[in-house]
């Protein structure tokens, strides 16, 4: 398999978790900047029934295609920032005022790290503890290819921007972390940011000391939460009914960190029998052990594109000796690893 073909793997079965506000969102703020975007639609193969339309989402291509045509044309490699700062947390809908009701920072953080899905399944959100606070990681669920930097500049930029709208002056002493080499437009990030931003990490991360967790946010509401968060709630379960087997199984490979865990082990954690499982898996025609492969290759991807070595990327997916991780990475690529090391 090729690197390119990998790369343009559409993660979604028929519609993909993209949803067209968001896509509506980038448009219009192309529109904002003097772009055409009847041409820039035409250009990337959409038209504005499709943007504008009563259907909740996009396949992934076609938001990819949305995503590179309004890079190209507006010529601005820090689009991304620029797109996620717009993103209020009203364009979140139900979440974000879910967040702003919240009764402090830490509060709104579980809430998101529940349900971020909702809005979008290409990342998910781990709250990870550390010494000082708190890591806020945003984990790749899918490969994003030739948008990953511009994705992930949209939505970092829109969590520091809700983060920094709830607190105020009070947002001080959080770093945020990428998992890409610094690009070009580095500079960029300080300026719209404010904040301090390191690159070459394992995952987009945004780290916060202790004592922001327990700031109130002054729009608190414990009834308007509860509303929104039981709404949140039953969209969540909604989504996760009509996702299959297979996209589940991938979903959970893909958020853990280490060992992978065993059929048994995601068995347990969907309250059924590794037999039903292996079951359900096998009516969609796959196998646990070809979607472990399959997580194992994008993971190992990720980890090889942003510098970690050979041996670091066999450990933490699992292997004890990094001969037999290279060997399996040729078989699924063609390649040995370091021909996708910067």
């Not at 820090?78 to 005022?97: E, N, R, S």
């Not at 070009?184 to 931003?197: C, I, K, N, S, T």
């Not at 991360?205 to 949140?232: G, I, V």
């Not at 037999?275 to 472990?292: E, P």
Request: hydrophobic content about 40%; aromatic content about 8%; glycine content about 6%.
């Amino acid at each position: 398999m090729s690197r390119e073909r990998f790369i343009q793997l559409d993660p979604g079965t028929g519609r993909s978790p993209v949803p067209v506000n968001y896509v509506r969102n980038l448009v219009e703020l192309i529109a904002d900047v003097g772009v055409d975007t009847r041409r820039l639609l035409n250009r990337v193969g959409l038209n504005e029934a499709e943007v504008y339309n009563p259907e909740p989402a996009l396949r992934f291509e076609q938001f990819r295609r949305v995503m590179v045509g309004a890079r190209e044309m507006t010529g601005n490699p820090a689009l991304g920032l620029t797109l996620g700062q717009q993103l209020t947390l009203t364009a979140h809908g139900l979440l974000g005022y879910a967040a702003i009701s919240s009764a402090d920072l830490g509060d709104a953080l579980r809430l998101l790290e529940r349900y971020f899905r909702t809005r979008t399944r290409l990342c998910v959100p781990r709250i990870e503890p550390t010494d000082a606070g708190v890591r806020f990681c945003l984990i790749e669920s899918v490969p994003l290819g030739d948008i990953r930097e511009t994705y992930l500049e949209v939505v970092v930029a829109a969590v520091v921007g809700g983060i920094r709208y709830l607190l105020g002056d009070r947002f001080r002493g959080a770093v945020l972390e990428l998992p890409y080499p610094a690009p070009a437009h580095a500079e960029r990030y300080h300026q719209l940011l404010d904040m301090p931003v390191e690159f070459d990490a394992d995952v987009a991360a945004l780290r916060l000391p202790s004592r922001l967790l327990d700031e109130p946010f002054t729009l608190s509401d414990p009834a308007s939460r509860q509303m929104a968060a039981q709404k949140c709630e039953e969209e969540l379960q909604r989504l996760e009914a009509d996702q299959d087997w297979a996209s589940r199984v991938r979903a959970r490979l893909m958020q853990a960190e280490g060992m992978l865990p065993s059929l048994e082990q995601l068995a347990s954690n969907f309250h059924v029998t590794s037999r039903t499982l292996r079951r359900y898996l096998n009516a969609l025609g796959v196998s646990y052990r070809s979607l472990l492969e399959e997580v194992r290759m994008t993971k190992a991807m990720g980890y090889l594109q942003a510098n970690i070595t050979v041996q670091q990327v066999a450990m933490r997916l699992g292997y004890a000796d990094p001969s037999n991780f290279a060997r399996a990475f040729r078989k699924w690529t063609g390649h040995p690893p370091s021909h996708f090391q910067p």
